[in-house]
């Protein structure tokens, strides 16, 4: 199956930096990927829809301003979290779609621990 | 490597019994997780476990094998709201989580 990878896969940061994580898909091309955010043993909660060359679709209730994601080439998609709290620690994934030859497939990424002190 | 097997597809009846099981090599273990997913929806949560054995959880049950590196999601009295694609994903040692590719369930009247 194809590869999505997430860097870094845990980062520890103090209360009011900003922190980029970064999403890539090895060896296709996405149009379309997705952050998602898991708290413990809780499901994925979508963020925000990244699609290539074009600004990221957010849910309710998630702050397009705290939370940037650029999505500049078709195989990269970046989430930064700015001016990162406590509560903002979390286990965040993305995931990365696949439109070819007929198949529509989301592959995830292994996905990265933020902890904020 | 590390790796994660499931079946690509499987098919039931309604009001029936599924079992999907889970395979998994992967360096260290702290939890696996069990989701289920609707097309064009985000994974939802079923379980997780990180002791052996079965847990269960109205009509769905998870078990869990660390010693076999085995898992399996049973779903009794399908319903045809639960084809769907079903993932198994399994916390390694560093945290990170290690995705299986999902089996297809389809139900049939």
Redesign the interface.
């Known amino acids: 199956g194809a590869v999505v990878s997430q860097h870094p896969s845990r980062v520890i940061c103090k209360s009011g930096t900003s922190v980029k994580i970064e999403c890539r898909s090895l060896d296709f091309q996405a149009t379309t990927m997705f952050w998602y955010r898991q708290f413990p043993k809780q499901s994925l909660m979508l963020m925000a829809t990244s699609n290539e060359g074009s600004k990221a679709t957010y849910e309710q209730g998630v702050e397009k301003d705290k939370f940037l994601i650029n999505h500049a080439s078709l195989t990269l998609s970046t989430l930064t979290v700015t001016s990162a709290h406590p509560e903002d620690s979390s286990f965040y994934i993305c995931s990365a779609r696949e439109l070819a030859g007929g198949r529509d497939e989301q592959f995830f990424g292994p996905g990265t621990r933020l902890t904020v002190l | 490597g590390q790796n994660i097997d499931q079946p690509t597809e499987m098919t039931a009846t309604e009001g029936a019994i599924v079992q999907i099981n889970c395979t998994y090599q992967t360096s260290g273990f702290n939890g696996l997780f069990w ?1 289920q997913q609707h097309a064009g929806e ?4 079923l379980s ?1 476990n990180v002791l052996d054995g079965l847990e269960e959880k109205g009509r769905f049950s998870s078990f869990l094998s660390r010693s076999k590196g085995y898992s399996y999601l049973l779903l009794k009295e399908l319903q045809m709201k639960d084809s769907a694609s079903y ?1 198994c ?1 399994v916390v390694d040692s ?6 299986g ?1 999902g089996t297809k369930l389809i139900i049939k009247p």
Do not use: C, G, M, R
């Open positions: 989701y985000a994974p939802t949560f997780y993932l994903a560093n945290y990170q989580l290690i995705w590719a």
